[in-house]
């Protein structure tokens, strides 16, 4: 058990560090509700993660592998919602960047003001629902997280193993990795959030994260297993 505990850790920190909707969506909240709202979307995706474990470990998941329907209904599902979320986060920022609006109105006429309205609090909330749901759904809607897990994690369990019970284990080490590298990305991103949260920063990295979340939704709902 523990020559697999030593190849599994650091072929799941790679795969923990590839960016992809996940980060993305770190990235948005961090950006807009700050780090309180990346640590909801970051629980989110663990919660998300851990499920697919679960139904990967109890054989669930096989459903997704074997039912080209199911696998395409969750797919598209998935995909949508991605979709949903990356325009919700355009749209925000278009509204965001209105120069009519109060805050271009406050630049414009007390600069000062500005700037501390620049680096206040974060709103709280953010267009696409709480940022919990949103991390959890982004990953239970994902099939290709289902299938990662019902591939990936038997390769570590020894024979002879408690098959449950190991793979939740691995899952959990998935998850405490998950948890240390997006939280210290969140912090960073929040780190710099005064400087990117000015309006039109702001702006283009909400059209920026939310054409990534777009682009990753029509990627998943294009992809073929």
Request: overall charge positive.
């Given at each position: 058990?523990?020559a ?24 948005r ?40 329907r ?16 990356g325009?919700?986060?355009i ?16 630049e ?18 953010a ?21 990662f ?12 193993a ?10 959990m ?5 998950g ?27 909400e059209r ?9 939704g029509?990627?998943?709902a294009?992809?073929?297993?």
């Open positions: 058990m523990t697999s505990l030593l190849a599994f850790i650091p072929v799941a920190l790679l795969l923990t560090l590839l960016p992809g909707a996940d980060t993305a969506l770190v990235t909240n961090a950006l807009t509700l700050g780090l309180g709202g990346a640590r909801w979307t970051i629980l989110g995706i663990l919660t998300g993660c851990l499920m697919h474990a679960t139904a990967s470990a109890l054989g669930l998941s096989a459903i997704l592998a074997t039912s080209a199911a696998y395409e209904t969750v797919k598209l599902v998935g995909a949508a919602y991605l979709v949903w979320i325009v919700q986060a749209r925000h920022a278009q509204g965001g960047a209105d120069p009519s609006s109060a805050l271009g109105m406050t414009a006429r007390h600069p000062e003001r500005a700037q501390r309205v620049e680096g206040s609090a974060p709103a709280p909330t267009p696409g629902g709480h940022p919990f749901m949103q991390g959890f759904l982004t990953n239970i809607l994902n099939p290709k997280v289902a299938l897990y019902l591939t990936f994690l038997p390769q570590f369990i020894p024979a002879g408690p098959v449950l019970r190991t793979s939740l284990l691995l899952a080490i998935h998850n405490a990795l948890f240390a590298w997006l939280s210290l990305y969140a912090q960073f991103v929040d780190r710099l959030r005064v400087a990117l949260t000015r309006p039109v920063v702001k702006a283009w990295l920026a994260t939310g054409g990534v979340l777009v682009a990753l029509a990627r998943l294009w992809d073929r297993r």
